[in-house]
């Protein structure tokens, strides 16, 4: 049975086609309309999902009847009167090439849920999901034994851990649902001043939960008028990673899986991450590359399944059937060039790994800025190193024998030799490649390595600031020629 999972109407609105045990397609629909983090499905998404087969069955991510209910509680009206209808109504607009398939709503929560373990290929796991909000479950701790989902406990709205950071996110001046990364970013140039005031006056921290003082989903004001931005977001991000740790402590105490699974908007804090798999206790740790709600399109037929799916890895969405072009890629590095690479599938999940990618030789200092200004971000934005795997644990403090999905933070033992993917602090995020997982890269970096004696290179995703990534060749050429940077 092929089953169409669908996220759309919160933000960053996606699909995912599974045949069986097959991952077919899986896109965001931002790529198609070019609008970054679109709530909207479009019918060119819907369209090339149907070239993988039509669906029999639509699995909804979330329900629109509590969805209703939380919008009311938090007097959104309009929003409740929204969705009060949906899904059925919303996707009479598009066409699926002949009547609508039947509907299967998921709670969201289980979506995200489902999302990691059926990609995890673990027999049994330990869930924390943590995310801003979603039908009404903010953070959840369960296992996943015997094929089936408990809840050993379930946080809701209007107490939100992802909530509460994105209030500081526009505390600090960003966007908030859209630039919780950059606050990360800025939590290492700061210190943890108001770590303390954040617990006495905005959240009380338990063994296992939380409860906030206050509701924060309009954000927390001025608060703490005199503070530094980096300041305050070091102060977060150390409470967001003590929520994390102690939850996922207990629940190694008190539940019986060795596995751990990290699901939710939360789970793209790559600093929390790197915590969590050196201190909470597990033996194997597992993060979907794309554990937000995007996922979870992923996640909704994967639960309505039921079943382990076969992953491969995240490059599921549209093609460019393009042959690498190898020589002529590592020439222009060697020359000192930044390139962009649209080869192959597009990734799913919001970070360029190696198909839809900006890259460029780690050791020049000049780099990092000369990538920034390319890319029209704040000058201290860190990037990421992209490594061969059997490198990585010579030249970082890897807490992962691999790590392929860019979800772990990690310090670098040479930063001064590669100044362009180490962050203020000494950290990197890191992203190692071997060949199985993507031969085009592997092979660059095995050339570039052979000329240079680097085994990394920079990774950036191909882009410019508040636009979405390349999604075709015709999305490559115009990035191209806006910023005079070559792409193969």
């Known amino acids: 049975m092929k089953i169409l999972g669908i996220s759309a109407l919160s933000h960053d609105a996606a699909v995912c086609l599974l045949d069986g045990e097959k991952i077919l397609f899986a896109a965001h629909c931002e ?92 027999e049994d796991a330990t869930i924390i999901t943590a995310d801003a909000i979603g039908d009404f479950d903010t953070f959840t701790i369960a296992e996943y034994r015997d094929n089936a989902l408990r809840y050993a406990e379930r946080i809701q709205y209007p107490d939100s851990l992802g909530l509460l950071y994105s209030a500081f996110t526009r505390r600090c001046g960003l966007k908030p649902n859209k630039e919780e990364y950059i606050l990360m970013a800025m939590a290492a140039m700061g210190e943890p001043k108001y770590a303390d005031a954040i617990e006495r006056e905005l959240i009380r921290v338990g063994d296992h939960g939380f409860e906030l003082t206050g509701n924060v989903h309009r954000g927390i004001g001025d608060w703490m008028p005199e503070a530094e931005a980096v300041d305050l977001a070091a102060s977060i991000q150390q409470v967001t990673e003590k929520v994390m740790l102690r939850a996922a402590r207990w629940a190694r105490r008190n539940l019986p899986s060795r596995n751990l699974i990290v699901m939710g908007g939360v789970a793209l804090n790559c600093v929390a991450n790197a915590r969590l798999a050196q201190e909470a206790g597990f033996e194997r740790l597992w993060i979907m590359p794309n554990p937000g709600d995007a996922g979870s399109s992923l996640g909704a037929a994967a639960a309505v399944a039921g079943r382990q799916l076969k992953w491969e890895g995240p490059y599921l969405g549209s093609d460019i059937a393009r042959e690498f072009p190898l020589r002529e890629s590592l020439g222009a590095l060697l020359d000192g060039e930044v390139i962009g690479v649209a080869n192959g599938r597009a990734e799913f999940g919001p970070r360029a790994l190696g198909n839809r990618s900006i890259l460029a030789d780690p050791r020049a200092p000049k780099t990092k800025n000369w990538v920034n200004d390319i890319k029209r971000r704040q000058r201290f934005r860190p990037f990421a190193p992209v490594i061969l795997e059997e490198f990585a644990a010579d030249l970082f403090e890897m807490v992962t024998p691999a790590s392929p999905y860019m979800q772990f933070t990690v310090r670098c033992r040479e930063a001064e030799s590669y100044p362009a993917v180490v962050h203020c602090d000494g950290s990197s995020r890191v992203q190692t490649v071997n060949a199985r997982q993507n031969p085009n890269l592997h092979a660059l970096l095995r050339e570039f390595h052979a000329a240079t004696g680097c085994p990394m290179l920079l990774n950036t995703s191909l882009n410019v600031r508040n636009e979405p990534l390349v999604n075709t060749w015709d999305d490559a050429l115009r990035f191209s020629e806006q910023t005079r940077i070559p792409v193969f």
């Open 31 to 122: 790529r198609y309309t070019r609008v970054k983090n679109d709530p909207l499905l479009n019918q060119e998404i819907i369209d090339e999902a149907l070239g993988y087969g039509r669906p029999d069955l639509i699995a909804w991510n979330g329900r629109p009847v509590l969805k209703m209910m939380r919008h009311a509680l938090a007097q959104q009206w309009r929003d409740a009167v929204a969705v009060g209808d949906l899904p059925k109504r919303y996707l009479r607009r598009f066409d699926f090439g002949g009547p609508l398939p039947p509907i299967r709503c998921v709670d969201h929560h289980e979506s995200h849920a489902a999302a990691g373990f059926y990609t995890s290929g673990f």
